[in-house]
């Protein structure tokens, strides 16, 4: 199965998603040994598009969604691996997935990884409690969640080009967003000392509950960079072991 790898386009918004990638560039950027582009975008749709564009403007094929995403679905753990078969916009439009990249992504993590191909969903801002998965969930249909993929994917169908999401759980459908992470996180999901120091004196009551959500976090966390990492070796144009 062959994958234009030299033509590929990535586009992922968090520092911490694109370790395993390659190490960024001045304006986050970077060009991968196999030939693909990866460009930083920061959060958001609108982040996303601008970055997605880019990449189309310079001669890209096929726009890649990577990252991770939040479950929506029972069963869905941290560390899984969306290889969305579509995804939906917030305004219910669908973008179907370059076939060709899931089943060569799938094959080649499946027996290392939970794997979905199912639909993912947008949403504008962070999803934080499980109710609002739930809500999410049975609205949409869809087992994950996040606010990047269908820009990339609106921008990839207006070009003409090849989409493909590649997302890794970081947070189950039960877990919550800790409040001051979603405090002290700037919009390229940096945590700022400064300010999670400032949101955990605010609410001296729940100090302890607060680290215990950030440390539980921070575990899924690198669960979802261990897939990830084996999700690049693909990408990268390397073998899997």
Do not use: Y
């Given at each position: ?80 691996l969306i290889l969305a078969s579509t995804v939906r916009g917030a305004d ?150």
């Open positions: 199965m062959s994958l234009a790898i030299d033509r590929l386009g990535i586009v992922a918004a968090l520092p911490g998603e694109v370790r395993a990638l390659a190490r960024l560039r001045p304006r986050g950027r970077a060009r991968l040994p196999g030939g693909a582009r990866l460009l930083l975008s920061g959060m958001g749709a609108e982040r996303a598009e601008q970055a997605a564009a880019t990449l189309a403007d310079e001669g890209v094929t096929t726009l890649m969604s990577w990252g991770t995403a939040a479950a929506l679905a029972p069963g869905v753990d941290p560390g899984a219910d439009r669908e973008w179907s997935t370059d076939p060709v990249w899931r089943t060569a992504l799938a094959t080649a993590l499946a027996p290392m990884h939970q794997v979905f191909e199912q639909r993912l969903t947008e949403t504008p801002g962070l999803v934080v409690d499980a109710a609002a998965k739930r809500a999410l969930h049975e609205a949409t249909e869809a087992i994950a969640c996040d606010m990047e993929s269908a820009a990339i994917a609106a921008v990839a169908a207006e070009r003409g080009l090849g989409f493909v999401c590649v997302r890794a759980i970081i947070d189950d459908a039960a877990m919550v967003l800790p409040p001051v992470a979603r405090a002290a996180m700037d919009a390229d999901g940096r945590l700022r000392p400064a300010a999670l120091m400032g949101a955990l004196a605010g609410r001296p009551s729940s100090v302890h509950a607060q680290l215990r959500s950030l440390k539980n976090l921070a575990v899924a966390f690198r669960a979802a960079r261990m897939t990830l990492a084996d999700a690049a070796l693909i990408v990268r144009g390397e073998e899997t072991t």
